[in-house]
């Protein structure tokens, strides 16, 4: 069974650092894409960064240059590091995998496999 935790989420001012982590269970992550969503009520989730088997990262333009993420493949897990947060950046952040393809995607079709999510909350 798979199953994907997150951590990390917290209440920080703007300007300030979080780092989320999604722990992944029965799945590897070895040569396989992940990704970090996002979603604030009312709204669709909304993509934020994938990262393909080869490790290689694509970023939303709205956080490109703030957020860095990447994985342990040895320990299954992905990070997403995000500096720089601003008010808008607060959200429920979510982890997605899919353990078939090793291609980066935006879409959320794509992945198989979902965390519960973590909340980040940034204050003016």
């Known amino acids: 069974q798979v199953q994907l935790v997150e951590s990390g989420g917290d209440s920080v001012q703007a300007g300030g650092s979080l780092r989320l982590s999604c722990a992944a269970s029965?799945?590897?992550?070895?040569?396989?894409?992940q990704a970090w969503f996002r979603q604030t009520p009312g709204k669709e989730r909304e993509w934020v960064a994938c990262?393909?088997?080869?490790?290689?990262?694509g970023y939303a333009d709205s956080v490109k240059g703030r957020f860095a993420i990447s994985k342990h493949n040895a320990d299954n897990t992905l990070y997403l590091q995000m500096n720089n947060l601003k008010p808008e950046d607060a959200a429920m952040y979510y982890c997605?995998?899919?353990?078939?393809?090793?291609?980066?995607?935006?879409?959320?079709?794509?992945?198989?496999?979902w965390g519960q999510g973590t909340q980040v909350t940034v204050s003016s």
């Open positions: 997605a995998g899919n353990p078939y393809a090793a291609t980066c995607s935006k879409f959320e079709s794509v992945y198989n496999y």
């Open positions: 029965g799945y590897t992550f070895s040569g396989t894409s």
């Open positions: 990262i393909n088997g080869a490790s290689t990262a």
